[in-house]
């Protein structure tokens, strides 16, 4: 089933076209990636689909409802998540109380049922202290405790925008296997940005390559690795 | 800390207050309905500051509330309770219309914002001659509860109980997570379905509301109103140093802030008169510079270090 979809999606920022024109779509329980270059507007994309910011046009559809103009917030309770790039703690909240924060306001749980939820989430995580300062925390702990800030949504669709950026290789194999499992538990679709091809091989069902905010490819991994368009965009044109 | 002692001397300085009259000569009883006011303005101003809004304009919703009381009184002939309620009714509502207005305004935009508009209700008030007063302003026939020292300090306890419980209210409900997320990142905030604009919407017009209330409470007790008097830039200024030195995004903070500068400002009164105003600069400055989070900020810091060292 169709989970999310856009149709055309083109967003400009004063001439410059960070996304252009971009359709796709991702299905329940699938893990896409979303790969490219530095600047290929991979951030702007997951910007445009949670509502950050508004295309300039195109079309955002979630489970068959238009939701191209939809605040940001309303896309949350509707059960569109996401991580960002650059970890975005609350740093004068403690560890639970981070998480909390996705089912007090997404989900509109009281405070014991969402201390209760952030709990188990934060075990499923393997995150533990959970009345630590985020000041605490080490680089793992911070993108794991955003990762079930994001999950306490309880979203149908959910964004990891470099959540294995800082990682060292045993705790990205880590995290790899804990995100397949909640994928898998939680039939989510998952959208993944990455800029270490290891870990989307590993992680992902199916790739999307953008370039200058154009989708170029499409496809399983080993194929698209192998698609000269997308060999040239990495390399350049010498390649 | 022993969670039981802070209820304990809570209770006792709550019985303190509460019996203070009974003890207490008209001059301290004086100077303590000043610290309680300026102990509720600090709260309220600290209560919207916890979602990052820095607001300068509490003297405009006090003196909005001072002169919807004293109005309510005298052109439409409200009973003196009827016109205290009618006082946060209509500071909130005037809040809920100016929210709509501002509240897309962050930082420096809305601090200069809320001054103007707090100067503006001043002059508007200046200037409706037949209706306000004008510059003379307006004066009641007399004050509440026959004008009883005690009554009148207990009603302005009533005031800050009200402050008190709001604050502690926004420390233990779903404010406390919706401001402190808006107030270190509006993004993830948003993200986690954070509607901003609501919470700030609904901060802004009870912590006005309250505002509005105070000032009623200060027409009721004094019994006029001018538009110097009630839009005093001092009702801006002292609560905001007061909610600094004792410590911002707290309750405990503000009530420590406020006898601690109301108390040594009575005291240097008396010792440099005039002087005591430069004193009272440069402990605002010094703490601003050497412990923003204010004495609260500070003492947190050394129990966690203390805590640190234990683990």
Redesign the interface.
């Known amino acids: 089933m169709t989970k999310l979809k856009t149709e055309h999606l083109t967003r400009a920022f004063l001439g410059l076209v960070a996304v252009n024109d971009v359709s796709f779509s991702m299905d329940e329980g699938e893990i896409l990636g979303i790969i490219g270059p530095n600047g290929a507007g991979k951030t702007t994309f997951i910007n445009l689909v949670?509502?950050?910011i508004m295309p300039s046009s195109g079309r955002v559809e979630y489970k068959g409802r238009d939701v191209t103009y939809m605040?940001?917030?309303e896309r949350?309770?509707l059960g569109i998540?996401?991580t960002?790039q650059l970890i975005?703690?609350?740093?004068?909240?403690s560890l639970i109380?981070n998480v909390?924060?996705?089912s007090?306001?997404?989900?509109r749980h009281g405070?014991k049922t969402a201390r209760a939820k952030a709990a188990g989430l934060c075990e499923s995580l393997g995150l533990s202290g959970l009345d630590r300062d985020t000041s605490r925390l080490t680089i793992l702990e911070i993108k794991k405790m955003e990762i079930a800030?994001?999950l306490?949504?309880e979203p149908e669709v959910l964004f990891l925008d470099e959540v294995m950026a800082g990682l060292n290789a045993d705790e990205t194999r880590e995290l790899i296997a804990q995100v397949q499992t909640i994928a898998r538990e939680r039939k989510l679709a998952v959208g993944v940005v990455e800029h270490v091809m290891g870990v989307i091989k590993e992680l992902t069902h199916r790739v999307i390559v953008l370039e200058a905010g154009e989708l170029i490819a499409e496809g399983p991994y080993e194929q698209v690795s192998k698609n000269p368009r997308v060999i040239e965009a990495y390399l350049g044109g010498a390649a | 800390m022993n969670r039981n002692l802070l209820r304990a001397l809570a209770f006792a300085a709550g019985a303190l207050a509460v019996s203070l009259p009974a003890f207490a000569g008209a001059y301290p009883l004086q100077v303590a309905r000043n610290v309680i006011m300026y102990m509720a303005l600090a709260l309220t101003w600290d209560m919207l500051l916890r979602s990052g809004q820095i607001s300068f304009g509490i003297a405009g919703l006090f003196g909005l509330g001072a002169y919807a009381t004293a109005l309510g009184v005298l052109r439409a002939g409200m009973g003196d309770w009827l016109s205290l309620a009618f006082a946060p009714v209509f500071a909130g509502a005037a809040a809920l219309l100016i929210g709509f207005l501002i509240l897309r305004l962050r930082a420096m935009y809305f601090s200069i914002v809320t001054l103007a508009l707090a100067e503006i209700f001043r002059i508007v008030i200046h200037n409706l001659h037949d209706f306000t007063g004008g510059p003379e302003g307006v004066v009641l026939d007399g004050v509440m509860l026959g004008g009883s020292a005690a009554a009148l300090y207990w009603l302005t306890l009533g005031g800050l109980a009200v402050a008190l419980g709001a604050s502690w209210w926004f420390e233990k409900?779903?404010f406390h997570?919706?401001l402190?997320?808006i107030?270190?990142?509006e993004?993830?905030?948003?993200?986690?379905?954070?509607?901003?604009f609501r919470w700030l919407l609904a901060t802004f017009v009870i912590t006005s509301a309250i505002q509005g209330l105070l000032g009623g409470i200060y027409v009721q007790s004094y019994g006029f109103a001018t538009p110097d008097s009630v839009f005093d830039a001092n009702f801006t200024l002292l609560p905001l140093a007061i909610a600094l030195l004792g410590g911002i995004?707290s309750t405990i903070g503000p009530v420590f802030g406020a006898i601690l500068l109301g108390l040594s400002s009575e005291w240097l009164k008396l010792r440099l008169p005039y002087g005591h105003l430069v004193v009272y600069g440069v402990i605002i400055v010094v703490v601003i510079l050497f412990m923003p989070q204010g004495l609260y900020g500070l003492a947190r810091k050394g129990l966690r270090r203390a805590e640190g060292r234990a683990e």
């Open positions: 949670s509502g950050i605040p940001a917030h949350a309770r998540a996401r960002y975005h703690p609350l740093e004068n909240l109380e909390m924060v996705g007090i306001f997404a989900r405070l800030r994001a306490a949504n | 409900s779903k997570f919706a402190t997320a107030r270190n990142n993004t993830a905030a948003r993200s986690s379905g954070v509607d901003i995004h």
